[in-house]
């Protein structure tokens, strides 16, 4: 295994798997809802049954209230007491004498009408504090002592026993002060504790046997995609460019699998590219070193071929060689981007000018018919020898390209903010499919590597590095059979400052 496949595996295994995540958070959640199930079910069953019956107890206290005073009062005490299962007593007070004046037995384990009457005062008096109302719970406690009473405590302290819930109401009618004291028995919850812990054990182990079912069942689905894609991305690592990604049917693995399959498909194009390139470069190497060579031997071997002339031929074609190094250096300089642009203010219109000059011997030797229309000063804040690069190479490539016409048109007009650079000419044009491409390094139309033009084949690709790294707009609009025109925009220096 390699180094940087060992860190990966080191680093991995610092981190959890998505199995072991989505476990864990269901089992987090399951935990969450028995806890709450725990609380509110067992925990809290015998409080929240005790508040239902004060309210109960409350309501009917307030019943009763509405029909004190009335004729037929002691037969409602009567009827609710036997309708709710109630004992009831209602006392008048008079000074600190309590006369019953109602009462009611309909429960079975009553605790109200064996109150003493210091326990009677008693409640009194804390309903009398609490504002009217009051309420006691208290625990039926069987005596152990032969022959002695069975008695109640405050509270409740063994929910298995019978608790008696005591409801006390003060309301003073027609000047009349009267105490409700309602009683009613909570039954022993106990059993339904038991039933229910039972049931909670089956609950837990139902929940946790259904997590992890579940945590099983939807990390099998993630997981599997992921699964694939690794391995999938795995083979393109090791140079199978024609691995295809799937995203089975997740929106986000197929988003991920369309970048996958995209970025496949560049790396191998790239490929593709390199080897083109290096069998061009190759190529266009050993062409003018064979040339070189084949003059050299002769003008050493045959003495009458020692003459200016392949003198020349030799310095013609060491100058072909190094204007492709130096192209490539410069491409590979600003594709790596440690060449950039040394921006000077100069005039456009000047430096095409002056390019055009270049161009005279052809246009007189080989009838080519160069012009060039230009609207006065165009200051440019730029790289002066890259943008001399770029107009060189495209007028270069239209002269090349250009039809039997011979005819090249360079253009520089100007809008208020920029100054456009155009190079029209009437050759073959390029068709419409090849147009992006011809900006990629040794990228040919006709792909067949000719010589009987000039250029190296990565005039474009320098054009389009220079112009990039100078955030200039940058185009070409070709029409088959009619002819080509390359652009670019460059914006105009307002500081008319030239150097
Ligand atoms: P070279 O001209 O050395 O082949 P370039 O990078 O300058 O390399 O151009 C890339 C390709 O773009 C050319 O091979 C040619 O097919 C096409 N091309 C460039 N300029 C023109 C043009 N003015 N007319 C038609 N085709 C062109």
């Known amino acids: 295994m390699t180094e940087s496949g060992k860190a990966r595996d080191t680093k991995r295994s ?34 929240f049954y005790a508040r239902e019956k004060f309210d109960e107890l409350e309501s009917v206290a307030e019943d009763l209230i509405s029909h004190l005073e009335t004729e037929h009062f002691d037969d409602r005490v009567d009827l609710t007491a036997k309708e709710q299962n109630l004992c009831v007593c209602v ?44 309420d006691r719970r208290m625990q039926f406690v069987k005596n152990d002592n032969p022959g002695e009473d069975d008695f109640y405590v405050p509270g409740m302290h063994d929910p298995s026993k019978a608790v008696n819930v005591l409801y006390v109401r003060l309301v003073t009618v027609e000047g009349r002060e009267y105490m409700l004291v309602l009683d009613s028995m909570l039954s022993p919850i106990r059993t339904i504790i038991t039933t229910l812990q039972v049931q909670f054990s089956w609950i837990v182990m139902l929940l946790l046997i259904a997590t992890v079912l579940m945590a099983f069942i939807i990390s099998r689905l993630i997981v599997a995609p992921l699964t694939s894609i690794t391995q999938k991305a795995g083979e393109l690592a090791a140079g199978n460019y024609d691995v295809s990604f799937e995203g089975f049917g997740y929106r986000e693995v197929e988003e991920l699998a369309d970048t996958l399959n995209f970025a496949a498909g560049e790396i191998s194009a790239t490929d593709r590219l390199q080897k083109e390139l290096i069998a061009n470069i190759s190529h266009d190497l ?57 921006c000077d203010v100069f005039d456009l219109t000047a430096l095409v000018g002056d390019t055009m000059k270049r161009y005279e011997a052809l246009v007189r030797r080989d009838g080519y018919r160069i012009s060039f229309e230009g609207e006065g000063e165009a200051p440019v804040l730029a790289d002066r020898t890259m943008i001399l690069q770029v107009i060189y190479n495209l007028i270069n490539n239209a002269v090349n390209y250009t039809g039997d016409g011979k005819c090249v048109r360079v253009t520089l007009t100007r809008t208020a903010e920029r100054v456009r650079f155009a190079v029209a000419d009437d050759g073959e044009g390029i068709p419409p499919e090849q147009i992006n491409e011809i900006w990629d390094r040794y990228y040919r139309v006709d792909k067949v590597h000719k010589r009987a033009v000039m250029g190296t084949g990565l005039g474009l690709s320098i054009v389009k590095s220079v112009l990039e790294a100078h955030h200039a707009a940058y185009g070409v609009e070709s029409a088959v059979g009619v002819g080509s025109i390359f652009w670019f925009e460059l914006p105009l220096h307002q500081n008319p400052n030239m150097n």
């Open 14 to 47: 610092h981190t959890t798997g998505i199995r072991w995540r989505i476990f864990l958070c269901l089992a987090l959640f399951a935990l969450m809802i028995l806890m709450t199930l725990w609380f509110f079910q067992i925990r809290m069953l015998g409080y």
């Open 91 to 134: 006392f008048r007070i008079e000074g600190s004498a309590a006369t019953a004046v109602a009462d009611a037995d309909a429960s079975s384990n009553c605790v109200v009408h064996q109150l003493q009457d210091e326990l009677l005062s008693d409640l009194y008096d804390n309903a009398r504090k609490n504002g009217g109302t009051y």
């Open 286 to 342: 050993r062409t003018p070193l064979t040339m070189i060579k084949g003059y050299g031997e002769l003008m050493r071997d045959l003495p009458g071929e020692n003459n200016a002339e392949n003198a020349q031929i030799i310095i013609d074609e060491t100058t072909r060689l190094s204007e492709l190094v130096s192209d490539l250096l410069d491409l590979s300089k600003l594709q790596a981007g440690t060449k950039k642009p040394e």
